[in-house]
């Protein structure tokens, strides 16, 4: 059974709606740790002054801002523990905006709100007054003693609160290069056949359709070895370098093959993304050597 991570309440006008926090993500990365090669002991990381080469306990330890190079300025947990932002265990809704109007970019952390004790009626009026007027509520609310822009919105039976960040932490687009200008205009024609084959790779979005296939063949890699197997890795692999291609002709057969439901033909296959070719690679690593040789004790099987 999860636990809420924060309890408090959403507030807008003069309704408040007890509720608790959770988290509505749980992300499936495999992680390792550092290991020495020779023993198979865990490395452990010392804090260590990069001046006499000592080792620093915590009490020693304070925090500093690099101003220049080389040069820091320190501040103490008191002096930043002034500004610290009061947890008042509030989510004060500010403002409410259709939810178009929000960028997915501005989308940092979902959990989800339920309601606490007795407070089942205010909370099912705020979601279904939510979703019969398409908004969003905007406001911001303390977690672990930092501040956050949040917004709350319906997401099916429940209320969702998704952390955001501020508008000044997305990084704006004049600040990119080699964006194309007035001369990379598509001509008509182009545009209308990219219209179409988008159209026709357009489906409804369903997401178990989407795969982590890099984790699972890490995964699989993993209990394999861990069962005895010994893996000899192949190869990888050289990658075609992609070659300049005639937009209309890439166009005209790619909508010919979605039409008839094909992939396109080999020579002309599309450069798969990272995650494809990672995967890819790791399913070559994966699969045994011709001769194998397994430990000496039997094989376990779950």
């Avoid at 740790?33 to 452990?44: E, N, P, S, V």
């Avoid at 820091?72 to 610290?84: I, K």
């Avoid at 993993?222 to 937009?247: D, F, H, M, S, T």
């Amino acid at each position: 059974m999860a636990r809420p991570i924060w309890s408090g309440s959403i507030s807008f006008g003069l309704v408040n709606v007890p509720v608790k926090l959770f988290s509505a993500t749980s992300p499936k990365e495999v992680r390792f740790h550092m290991l020495h090669d020779k023993d198979g002991g865990r490395i452990q990381q010392k804090r260590v002054c990069s001046i006499d080469g000592d080792e620093v306990p915590w009490e020693h330890i304070v925090k500093g801002f690099e101003v220049s190079k080389g040069r820091y300025v320190t501040v103490t947990r008191e002096e930043l523990e002034a500004f610290a932002p009061k947890g008042t265990r509030s989510i004060d809704i500010e403002d409410f905006v259709d939810l178009n109007q929000i960028d997915p970019i501005y989308y940092d952390h979902t959990y989800y709100l339920v309601p606490d004790r007795g407070a089942a009626r205010p909370y099912a009026l705020l979601l279904e007054a939510m979703k019969k007027t398409g908004k969003v509520g905007v406001g911001q609310f303390v977690l672990r003693t930092k501040q956050y822009l949040a917004a709350v919105r319906p997401m099916g039976k429940a209320l969702s609160l998704s952390t955001m960040l501020y508008a000044d932490e997305v990084v704006e687009q004049d600040e990119l290069d080699a964006l194309p200008g007035a001369d990379a205009k598509p001509r008509e024609k182009e545009l209308q056949m990219g219209e179409q084959l988008v159209e026709s790779l357009a489906t409804e979005w369903d997401p178990k359709k989407y795969k982590d296939t890099f984790r699972e063949q890490v995964l699989a890699l993993l209990e394999r070895k861990a069962e005895g197997e010994e893996i000899v890795a192949e190869p990888a692999e050289e990658e075609p370098r992609g070659k300049v291609v005639n937009l209309m002709d890439a166009l005209a057969k790619s909508l010919a093959a979605a039409r008839k439901g094909e992939a396109p033909a080999s020579g002309e296959r599309r450069r798969r993304p990272e995650g494809e070719r990672a995967a890819a690679r790791t399913a070559r690593a994966a699969r045994p050597a011709r001769k194998t040789t397994r430990s000496r004790g039997k094989r376990k099987h779950g």
